[in-house]
């Protein structure tokens, strides 16, 4: 399945069938306004309890929201995360860790914060776990394979590294803040 974001704020999702060798398409409306950011759920592919497996993505947009959206069946539920105070650029469900119960998704905006929102599995209640103040507008959001480090890109070609404490604590610190010549300015 291929998804993608619309400025029209609409999701599309393409599917291809291989038993018909049919390509079939749906759409819907996500967000009041463009889509900036989607991120798929990596283990979302698997079954749940009841056998059935269901894509689970993460969309973020000008509006200032974040929703997770849920398949059941040919359509997607809406669940929503949490949002900002101006527009969410960028979002990402983070990679499933051991030791972690929950899932993760972490969100950046023009407000220059970014937000990690968690959410017990089997539950569609997300909350915010932690907020961090970057103090100049965020363009990107990312997880490393592990889901225990956050690289965060903002302002003038900045990125920084943001370490979790320990894996699950929800505390994150900052690791290191890297110029656009990939000088270390600050740890």
């Not at 079939?24 to 463009?34: I, K, M, N, V």
């Not at 990596?42 to 059935?52: E, F, I, M, Q, R």
């Not at 051991?98 to 969100?107: D, E, K, N, W, Y």
């Amino acid at each position: 399945m291929l998804i993608a974001g619309l400025s029209s704020g609409s999701i599309v999702t393409i599917k291809y069938t291989s038993n018909d060798n049919q390509w079939s398409q749906t759409d819907f409306r996500a967000h009041e306004s463009s889509v900036n950011a989607l991120s798929v759920k990596k283990d979302s592919l698997s079954a749940d309890p009841n056998g059935v497996k269901r894509l689970r993505f993460v969309s973020c947009s000008c509006d200032n929201q974040v929703f997770e959206w849920v398949q059941d069946g040919d359509v997607f539920r809406r669940v929503k995360v949490g949002s900002h105070d101006e527009w969410v650029r960028d979002v990402s469900f983070a990679p499933a860790s051991i030791g972690v119960a929950h899932a993760r998704v972490v969100s950046g905006g023009e407000d220059s914060r970014v937000k990690v929102w968690k959410c017990a599995e089997g539950s569609e209640e997300w909350e915010l776990e932690t907020e961090i103040l970057i103090n100049e507008p965020v363009w990107r959001v990312e997880w490393n394979p592990m889901g225990s480090l956050i690289s965060v890109c903002s302002g003038e070609n900045n990125t920084s590294v943001y370490k979790e404490k320990s894996l699950g604590s929800g505390e994150w610190e900052k690791d290191v803040l890297m110029g656009a010549d990939g000088i270390v300015k600050e740890k």
